[in-house]
């Protein structure tokens, strides 16, 4: 089992290679990956609020993103006001074997890929219902872009996407970063919260 910091370095080791952006950096206060996108040009993980005023004091170039575990008024507290908070996100982690789950009709289900990237892809005919995808970094799934189209939600294919996933990696430990919406799924599938994580970015255009 990891914990803690290390299951933020697992996370953001495994997200590099699901959007294969350049590996991360260590930084003293967590991490940094030149990202290179418009709109998202560098993102830093860090491992406490405590570092979040000097960073938000000097890393606060349009196209910067901070995501900080730890409580969000700590976090929002030592932002400028160049940075936009966005909504709280939730640090996840699973060990063993997710839950199977049988694949409900009408639907069908391809996984895609040889690694360390797999997709999986629920469809409805031609048209996609549900997808996810996992990369796995140092022994460790990362489950990534897990979404439902909204005409085909509360019917299980994010418990289908979820399983494949975890079949395809094949991984001891497992680990995520969830919004408010998708927290309520992983924690009825075994997941626990390992952190609060607060994203904050500056836009692109800022002055």
């Known amino acids: 089992m990891i914990t803690g910091m290390d299951i933020l370095g ?5 997200w590099a290679v699901s959007r294969a952006t350049p590996s991360p950096v260590a930084e003293p206060d967590g991490y940094r ?3 290179g996108l418009p709109g998202h040009r560098v993102r830093y ?6 570092a979040v005023p ?6 606060a170039a349009p196209g910067t993103w901070l995501k900080t575990c730890g409580a969000r008024s700590a976090v929002v507290a030592g932002l400028t006001d160049a940075w936009t908070a966005g ?3 939730y640090l996840m982690a699973v060990e063993g074997a997710l839950p199977p789950v049988a694949v409900p009709p009408p639907y069908s289900v391809a996984v895609l890929g040889e690694g360390p990237v797999w997709e999986v892809v629920v469809s409805s005919g031609d048209a996609p219902a549900a997808r996810g ?4 970094a140092s022994g460790v799934a990362v489950f990534d872009k897990i979404e439902t189209e909204p005409e085909h939600r509360r019917r299980g294919l994010g418990r289908v996407v979820m399983h494949r996933l975890g079949e395809a990696a094949a ?3 497992s680990v995520l970063l969830a919004s408010e919406a998708g927290r309520g799924l992983y924690t009825s599938l075994g997941w626990r919260v390992v952190s609060d994580v607060v994203p904050a970015h500056v836009p692109e255009g800022a002055a």
């Open 33 to 35: 990956v030149d990202v």
């Open 87 to 89: 909504e709280t996100e």
């Open 171 to 173: 991984a001891s430990t």
């Open 133 to 136: 995808q996992v990369a796995v």
């Open 45 to 50: 993980l860090l491992h406490s609020p405590a």
């Open 10 to 14: 697992a996370w953001i080791r495994g």
């Open 54 to 59: 000097a960073r938000a004091r000097t890393a």
